[in-house]
Structures are given as structure tokens and as C-alpha cells.
């Protein structure tokens, strides 16, 4: 049986300079460089809803942001586990700032460090860093599937 030659050869399709991996870390990048002045912004916000934004909303932007860091690192990390590590380590430095060791106390000092480590324990954080694992999770879906060939 013959067949024509040019069902026999497959269509050759030119390959991308650029892996989907890559693309995937580039829009992780970008994001990260939206994501960390706004994340910083919302600490000097002052106008309409400011207590929330200054309490709340950095929270789910913090999550989001080191699961965005991770998944940089690891592009091919499961978003759910990334997202319980993170949650997790988020849980624990909410828990730490209810001690108030000197060593602590002088990087709180800062406001890098009163930004990474937190000054004040509220149980009401949680519940806004759980928000940010969800719509990081959601957020690198999102990015995987526009960034897939």
C-alpha cells in the first residue's frame, strides 16, 4: 500500500527559542515585579478602606508573593503544595510575633523587617494569608496555562 509521501512525513514545526518552562519563570518574574511595590505600597496607603489595605490586603499580596518566588525557583512545583509551605512558614512568623525577644524587637526595628516578620499577632491574618494561597494557587494556574505551547 502506498500512501503519499506527504501523509508519511510528519509537518515540521519550527522549535521555540523559548521552553514553556522559561516563558512560565518570565511571567513568574514580571509578576514579582509588579507584585512587590504594590505589596509595599499597601503600607503607606492611606485613602478609602486604608485600614484594610494596611492590615489585610499586604497579607494576601505576602503569600502570593513568596509563592510566586518559590514557583520562579521550582516552575514545576504543585501550587497547593507550594501554597501550604508557605502558608505555613506565614502561620508560624504570625505566631513568633507574639515574642517579643530583643533579637526580634531590633529587626523589627526596620521597616523591611517590621514588613517580613510582622509587628502585632492578629488571629484575623490567617484568614486573609489562606485568601492569598487560594489566589496564588489560582494565579500560577493562570499563568501556566498562558504560558503552555
Known sequence: MNEPADSQQEEEVPES???SKNLFRIFVLLSLLILTP???ATKFYSGPGGVF????LGGILYVMFWMLVLHLVWPDADPLRSGIIVLTITGMLEIMQ???APFLES???SFL???LIGTGFDWLDF???FGGMVAGILYIGFLRRITQR
Not at 53 to 56: D, F, G, K, P, T
Open 113 to 115: 523587617g517590621r514588613t
Open 127 to 129: 484568614l486573609f494569608y
Open 107 to 109: 529587626i523589627r526595628a
Open 38 to 40: 504594590l505589596g509595599f
Open 53 to 56: 489595605v494596611n492590615l489585610y
Open 17 to 19: 527559542r523559548l521552553s
Open 98 to 100: 507574639l515574642w517579643h
